[in-house]
């Protein structure tokens, strides 16, 4: 079967780093993005990582290893507003999106 | 403001009740999605359409029906509700098949 695994919730500091972890099973591979999810509201775009490496935009960055079935996403400087869920998606063979159930991170002042 | 609009925002319904949920874009994607979303699970696709004029099966689809006579349109409707079916229903759609998804704000939907 196809999963996708990230961690349920994360805690850190208002102007720490924090580093989101996604690690992935999927019948094929076709990019991966990371959306995020503020409580009651719409997903929204982050990130999108199709070739082995870092994707920087602004305190946002991701990371991909394919050979690993691994990515994370990485958030510089926090802020408060920053307190949202964080959704992993894999695309697979068939152009699919495969949607991780989401890491709440909880921002502390 | 361009994007997508579901509606209605939030419903209770009867259990047995039809019931269609509404979903509009405006950017001219040609890709469009219905998910659910449910505490502890991630988004789960219910149906999608390629294109205006095709659909197809997500990995819930039981219990829903979906149509896409045009490009902006892209409605879900369930037959006869049951409780199973509370949930958050999110229409999305896309450019294409490597770009992302722009999502609508969401129908909360209650069968009671």
């Known amino acids: 079967g196809q999963n996708i695994d990230q961690p349920t919730e994360m805690t850190a500091t208002e102007g720490a780093i924090v580093q989101i972890n996604c690690t992935y099973q999927t019948s094929g591979f076709n990019g991966l993005f990371w959306y995020q999810q503020h409580a009651g509201e719409a997903p929204t775009f982050l990130s999108y990582n199709v070739l082995d490496g870092l994707e920087e935009k602004g305190r946002f960055s991701s990371f991909l290893s394919r050979s690993k079935g691994y990515s994370y996403l990485l958030l510089k400087e926090l802020q408060m507003k920053d307190s949202a869920s964080y959704l992993c998606a894999v695309r697979d063979s068939n152009y699919q999106l495969i949607w991780g159930a989401g890491t709440k991170l909880i921002i502390k002042p | 403001i361009a994007g997508i609009t579901q509606a209605p925002t939030s419903q209770i319904l009867a259990a047995g009740r039809r019931m269609t949920l509404r979903c509009t874009q405006d950017?001219?994607?040609?890709?469009m999605y219905w998910y659910r979303q449910d505490l502890g699970l991630g988004l789960r696709l219910i149906h999608y359409s390629n294109t205006a004029g095709t659909t197809g099966k997500g990995e819930v689809p039981d219990g829903y029906s979906v149509s896409r006579a045009n490009t902006d349109d892209f409605p879900l409707t369930l037959a006869s509700a049951v409780p199973s079916q509370t949930s958050v229903y999110f229409c999305?759609?896309?450019?294409?098949?490597?770009?992302?998804?722009?999502f609508g704000q969401g129908t909360r939907l209650t069968v009671v």
């Open positions: 950017m001219r994607h040609n890709a």
């Open positions: 999305a759609s896309s450019e294409g098949d490597n770009t992302e998804a722009f």
